[in-house]
């Protein structure tokens, strides 16, 4: 029997092109991810009945579950109106105030945590106003209001989306036929359009439940470690415990829960979608009659426009205004002026070390860090993201298979991410080190976890099935003849690639980088564990700031949060811009 040469042996084309990617996700996911529950199960006995621990266990559990389901039914109770407003009526601004609900939601945490504080904070905007007016000030911030009122502001443009849209959609035929029946508007109401939206309702219900689950810079930031949720839970025991076989277990049943929570939700996702038949006749969105539906849209246009404009327009007015130094007990400005004005010192300050300490690490040098991690993060993730999307677009069992494993990053909590990244690869690697001087190598060890390098590897974790679901979508549009066309006529694979891929895909991948580098800019969860003290992120350098005392971080920590929020809006901006046409992403 002849023998069949090694060389026949090959990887078929769709997984030679996935591997990069696979290869990527398996060292920096699911081997990290794999660690975490092993460390976890192994630890389980802390966690007995009758330890130390288990009381703080079912504490945290308890309360991760009651703070998401608290801001779940007043999200809903929030949205709902306002989903109503979009779907049924047109009037002045409302692309202005739909836009202004979307806007949270693509913020990092830090800069809502930042907006709320100068609006509501210790040194925010009302307090002033009624300190400086002989008014007792309120607490908001380190309230547990304080994190219902940032969940609702973040999650009810989901609510908007899901149930607004299902609303729009609704057969105006049933209900004429309810009010041709005798019902009246709330009959109609309770009897015809809220079962017909019951699986929206549920589908939001349980996305905005999900995200106020897994949620973390919210509840750190405006919280505190007082009402401390499974993933802040997560961040004490690993960084202020050194507890890691205790922050692996929570992380485990972290696992688990959001696990079962976006099962629910995929069971209820394909309900909504059929909501709109294709002979189904859409409610016509009409202008209001009367002065009474003209008072009512007007005085809910003010209220939620109010909610959302108040905290994005507080955070960038207060990053130029000095307010404190009159104030008994705070420290003074940077300049060391005594007046109330409007200033550029903060942004000034955040390239000085006023202290002259050796350990001072400038704000800017955290923005130029944040924007390094992001072009890193960019650049790995378009580098996997384009062989696995174009692999991806091909139909067939392999594909099938492997794509939800591609995809499975984006249920997994940036903080779990980055416990396993600690778990993983906190051990010394042999290595050699070049010396300049006697032109030999010499025998070291190099240890991934104090590298810079471990923060844009986790961001690309994160963005990867983002970037490849952009690109996925662009390359499913370019015709298999053009490309076949361009090889009949002689055309090497670069250049098919060049003058027929690139042109139809430019946009898209322009978008997916905008995309990472946007999601690597606000990235705080996986940060705030693996950022080192010399390298510090934006977002970690902003949390720094704002819990130190005195007037001169405080600024900086609003200078800083403003910046973000401008290059966060950029990114977001530019993927708008730049996504294709039709694309739902």
Known sequence: MAEVPLSTFQLPKTLKRLFPALLFLGIFFFLPLARILTLGLDSGFIFAPGGTFYPRLVSVLGFTFYQALASTLLTLAFGLPLAFLFARYDFPLKNLLRTLTAIPFMLPTVVVAAGFN???GPRGWLNILLTESGLPAITFIGTFGAILTAHIFYNTTIVIRLVGDAWAGLDSRLSDSANVLGANPWQILWRVTLPLLRPSILAASLLVFLFDFTSYGVILLLGGVKYATLEVEIYIQAISFLNLPAAALLSVIQLLCTLGLSVLYSRYVSRVTSQIKPNSLPAVRRKPKNALQYGFIFLLFIFYFSFFFLPLSSLPLRSVTRLEANRPGLAQGPAGEE??????????ELFTNRRGSLFYVPPAQAAFNSLAYAGLTVMLSLALGFPAASALVRSGRLVRWIDPFIMLPLGASAVTLGLGFIVTFNQNLPTFEFQPSTFTLVPSTFNLLTS??????AHTTIALPFVIRNLQSALA???ERTREAARVLGAAPWQVWWRVDWPIIRRAAFSAGAL?????LGEFGAASLLARPEYPTLPTAIY?????PGALNYGQAMAMATLLMLLTGLGIFFIEKLRPTGSDL
Request: aromatic share 12%; net charge neutral; no cysteine.
């Open 118 to 120: 100068a609006l509501l």
């Open 339 to 348: 007046n109330d004005t409007l200033t550029l010192d903060y942004y000034r």
């Open 452 to 457: 810079p390098l471990l923060i844009p590897l």
């Open 477 to 479: 549009t370019i015709p």
């Open 516 to 520: 990472a580098f946007t999601v690597s």
């Open 544 to 548: 720094r700031f704002l819990s130190q």
